[in-house]
C-alpha cells in the first residue's frame, strides 16, 4: 500500500487517519453478498466495508480512522472514500449534525445558506452556479454543523468549512459552461470532477438559510415555499447524512440538533420546472436571498 498519509484531507482538526492491517482480518458477514456496501456499529465504533472489500474503515470516537486499502486503490481513491460514509461517522461520534447539501455564503455575507436536495435536484450544479457568481463556498456535499463554543449562553449553532471543492457530472460541467476535460477526475470509480469554487469561505459561520431544491411534476415556476416547525423537521431528516449511523450512535443528539437548526435558521423550498438549469436556479436564489430580510 503506497500511501502518504499527509495528502489525504479530513478538514477536520485532529484527527488521526491510520493505516491498520487488522482490518483485513475483519471479515464480511455471510449475510452480505456481492458489492454491496455494509457497515457494523459495536460501541460507537463504526465499522465500513465497501463494495468487494476493496476498502475497510474503522471509525472510533470521532477523533481517528483505521482503513485498510485493497493494493490497487490509489491515494484519489481513498481520499474520494474518505469524504463519505467515514466523514459522516466522525460526524455523529463527535455529537455532531452533519447535513448533505453545500454550504455558501452570499455576498450579503449574512451567514451560511445551506442547499439541499434530493439525488438530481441539483445541488451540487446549483451551488456551482452560485460559486461561479461570487459566493463563497464553505462545504461541499456535507455541512458539518455543531453547537457554538458559547452554547450554555446562546444556543447558537455553526456550520464549519469543509470539502471546499464541488464534485460535478460531465453533463453538469457542460450546463454550467466549465471544461471537465481540464478538471481532475473524483476517483477511478467515480464519474464525476473536481470543480475548484473561485471564493472560500472562513471557518466557520452561523446558519441563515436551508433550501431544499425540489423538482415535482407539473411545476410550471419558479415558486417558493417555506417550512416551519414540525414539517420544517421532517422536511430537513432525509437529508441528514448517513441517518442510520447517527440514529444509532446518538439519534437523541441529531433530533436536538436539527429541532435547533430550524429554531435559528428559516426552511425554505424552492418548487423549479423541468428544463429550468443551475443558472436560472442561482439566479433565482440570488434575487430571494437579496430580498429576504
Partial sequence: MNICISNLHVPI????????ARLAMCQT????????????????????????????????????IDFEIAPDISEQDL????MSAPMGALIHQRGELPIHGAGLVSPKNDG??????????????????????????IADDICRISPSPQQDETGELVVHRGYTRIKLTDDACGRLGFDSSILPR????????FWEAPHIGGPEYAPKRLILLHRPSGTAALEWGRCVGEVAIRALMPH???????????????????????QIASVYVLFIPAGVGPKEVADEITRFIHEDE
Fill in 186 to 193: 473524483v476517483s477511478s470509480f467515480v464519474d464525476k470532477y
Fill in 29 to 64: 458477514p455471510e449475510s452480505v453478498t456481492g458489492d454491496v456496501h455494509w457497515m457494523a456499529i459495536e460501541n460507537g465504533n463504526v465499522y465500513l466495508n465497501h463494495a468487494g472489500g476493496i476498502a475497510k474503515f474503522l471509525v472510533s470516537g470521532g477523533r481517528q
Fill in 240 to 262: 441528514i447524512y448517513a441517518p442510520n449511523i447517527g440514529s444509532t450512535i446518538n439519534a437523541q443528539n441529531s433530533m436536538f440538533l436539527l429541532s435547533r437548526l430550524v
Fill in 79 to 82: 481520499q474520494c472514500m474518505l
Fill in 112 to 137: 451560511v445558506t445551506v442547499i439541499v436536495g434530493n439525488c438530481g435536484a441539483g445541488k451540487s450544479t446549483t451551488s456551482a452556479a452560485l460559486a461561479n457568481q461570487g459566493w463563497h463556498l
Fill in 13 to 20: 482538526d485532529d484527527i488521526a487517519l491510520v493505516p491498520s
